[in-house]
């Protein structure tokens, strides 16, 4: 009993076996078939940065000289590097506001350890830049000599290290706020004390019982969800915003060929914030509180696809309506390609939310990575990023069947 109470816990050590086991515990969630995606993704944005580096990267070195071709290279590897701190500076902010894990201050633990711990956590989804950065590295070769190339490693290895460590250290004195006494706090402890505060009561009116269906019950709760100061909320204005702007694009300029690409464009990125918007209420509501209800995956999917692709509907209605000088069938035709677009970034978003039931932030995350290797896809090679979003989309629907599966965080 006295060497026990004379042993001094380390926790250094156990911290990073806690890293260890949340590192095994992500990647047993993703599955092989997930693993696969990412693989694919991953190759797909290494490809498409090789050759956007190569090409250029060669043109310097065939007028500048060696000089300039490194100048270039050294120019894209540090902004790949400032891309990860910005990364890294951003997760460190919602750490900041909301740390995962147990009430930390209630361990017998030191605040540094747990302020390195959510450090070493805001720096995880940083390292994604190294893939593309590993590309660019790569299409140097043949180029520049090796020795120059592995300074250019070492230094990308170096800027991206102490550029993420600045940016949490920034993150954190700016977002870590306290009031009276614990203003005087270092920075990793008022992140602590302030952190997780409790919502102020407030006098709920008397509930009403409403005979309905149970999906339109679930639509009104998006409604009223949608309705306050939030990311929902966010999501939507922005997507109406787009679509009032898809619409009068076809005012704004004389020539048709412009005014079709504008309002398309605008368009399009409704879409794929109403697609945003529906990943993050699908998987918004808490599972212990949605998977108790009488409440089936159809009720969940026809609460969130029939109102969104009503929106949808409406407005290419409008785009058959509004433009001036063009033929009843070229109009109607045209609206009739563009369902097809819209219909695929709405239910990207609505299946990846609901396959991710009660992770939002991570829905969201997936869904926008979807997008972004389909806007890659597209640069690349024309017509094949919308077979990127059909893969995501055919890849989210066949996990729709985990609806009902816990998912362990």
């Known amino acids: 009993m006295d060497s026990m109470s004379r042993a001094t816990p380390d926790p250094d050590r156990a911290f990073r076996a806690l890293a260890r086991r949340l590192t095994a515990r992500r990647a047993h969630e993703l599955g092989l078939r997930l693993w696969f995606v990412l693989g694919v993704l991953a190759l797909s944005v290494a490809a498409f940065t090789y050759w956007q580096v190569r090409v250029p990267l060669d043109g310097a070195l065939r007028h500048g000289g060696e000089s300039a071709a490194v100048l270039r290279l050294a120019l894209t590897l540090s902004a790949f590097a400032l891309a990860g701190a910005a990364l890294a500076g951003m997760r460190r902010v919602s750490l900041v506001a909301d740390p995962p894990g147990p009430e930390w201050l209630a361990l017998p633990l030191p605040p540094p350890a747990i302020d390195r711990h959510l450090a ?8 994604a830049v190294i893939v593309p950065a590993a590309a660019a590295w790569f299409a140097g070769w043949g180029l520049l000599s090796p020795i120059t190339l592995a300074l250019l490693a070492l230094g990308f290895a170096l800027v991206l290290e102490l550029t993420t460590r600045l940016a949490c250290a920034i993150a954190l004195r700016l977002s870590a706020g306290a009031a009276g006494p614990a203003s005087a706090l270092p920075a990793a402890w008022r992140a602590l004390v302030s952190a997780r505060r409790p919502a102020p009561a407030l006098r709920l009116a008397t509930p009403r019982f ?3 269906s149970r999906w339109r019950a679930l639509a009104r709760l998006d409604r009223a969800v949608s309705s306050r100061a939030g990311s929902p909320r966010a999501r939507l204005l922005f997507a109406a915003g787009f679509l009032v702007l898809s619409v009068a694009a076809w005012s704004l300029s004389r020539d048709l060929s412009a005014a079709r690409a504008q309002a398309f464009a605008a368009f399009t990125i409704a879409c794929a914030e109403l697609g945003a918007w529906a990943a993050w209420r699908a998987a918004g509501d808490p599972a212990t509180a949605l998977r108790p209800l009488p409440i089936s995956l159809a009720d969940a999917w026809s609460a969130r696809a029939w109102p969104l692709l009503a929106a949808v509907a409406a407005v290419l209605v409008l785009h058959a309506l509004v433009p001036q000088g063009v033929p ?14 819209a219909v695929l ?3 990207l978003g609505l299946h990846v939310g609901l396959s991710l039931s009660g992770r939002p932030g991570a829905a969201e995350g997936f869904y926008y990575g979807w997008l972004g290797a389909g806007i890659v896809g597209s640069l690349a090679v024309p017509l094949l990023g919308w077979a990127v979003v059909i893969g995501g989309l055919t890849q989210a629907t066949r996990r729709l069947g985990r609806w009902r599966t816990p998912e362990v965080v």
Request: glycine fraction near 4%.
């Open 120 to 127: 070493r956590e805001a720096v995880a989804p940083a390292r």
């Open 210 to 212: 409403r005979n309905e």
């Open 328 to 341: 009843a069938s070229a109009r109607i035709g045209l609206a009739l390609s563009w369902a097809l677009p």
């Open 345 to 347: 970034l709405v239910l």
